[in-house]
C-alpha cells in the first residue's frame, strides 16, 4: 500500500502562486508502480483532472484548467508530485488532492477517469481571494 499526504494549500491572493506537494510513503516507487496525478473538486463541482502521468513514464497530462498555469515536477528519491501553481484566480479555489493507481493508464485518460482511485490523499485546501 502507499499512503498519500499532500500539502502546501493555503490562502492567497488573486495572481499569487502556490507550490503543493504529494509525499508518498509505503513500499515501492510512486511513479515506477503507479499512475499517479493531481485533481481538484470545488463545493458543488465535479472532480476535476490536473495533471496525470502514467506508470513508469514521465510524460504529463494538463488538464485544460491546468495548461498554462500549473506545472507538475518530481523528486524521485523523495518520492514526491509537486504542483506548481501560478496567477491563481478565485475560481481556482478547491480541495487539492493527489491519487494512485497500481494500474497502467494513459495519463490522459487516468485525468479524465470518473471512478475512484486506489489510493487517494486527504487533500490540501486552496482558496483564492479577490
Known amino acids: 500500500d502507499v499512503q498519500l499526504q499532500a500539502s502546501g494549500g493555503g490562502e492567497v491572493e488573486t495572481g499569487g502562486s502556490l507550490r503543493l506537494s504529494c509525499a508518498a510513503a509505503?513500499?515501492?516507487?510512486?511513479?515506477?508502480?503507479?499512475?499517479i496525478g493531481w485533481f481538484r473538486q470545488a463545493p458543488g463541482k465535479e472532480r476535476e483532472g490536473l495533471a496525470c502521468?502514467?506508470?513508469?513514464?514521465?510524460?504529463?497530462y494538463y488538464g485544460d484548467s491546468a495548461k498554462g498555469r500549473f506545472t507538475v515536477s518530481r523528486d524521485n528519491a523523495k518520492n514526491t508530485l509537486y504542483l506548481q501553481m501560478k496567477y491563481l484566480r478565485p475560481d481556482d479555489t478547491a480541495l487539492y488532492y493527489c491519487?494512485?493507481?497500481?494500474?497502467?493508464?494513459?495519463?490522459?485518460?487516468?485525468?479524465?477517469?470518473?471512478?475512484?482511485?486506489?489510493?487517494r490523499g486527504k487533500g490540501t485546501l486552496v482558496t483564492v481571494s479577490s
Open positions: 509505503g513500499s515501492g516507487s510512486l511513479f515506477d508502480d503507479h499512475t
Open positions: 502521468i502514467s506508470r513508469g513514464e514521465t510524460g504529463i
Open positions: 491519487t494512485a493507481d497500481r494500474a497502467y493508464f494513459s495519463n490522459r485518460y487516468y485525468c479524465e477517469k470518473s471512478y475512484g482511485p486506489d489510493y
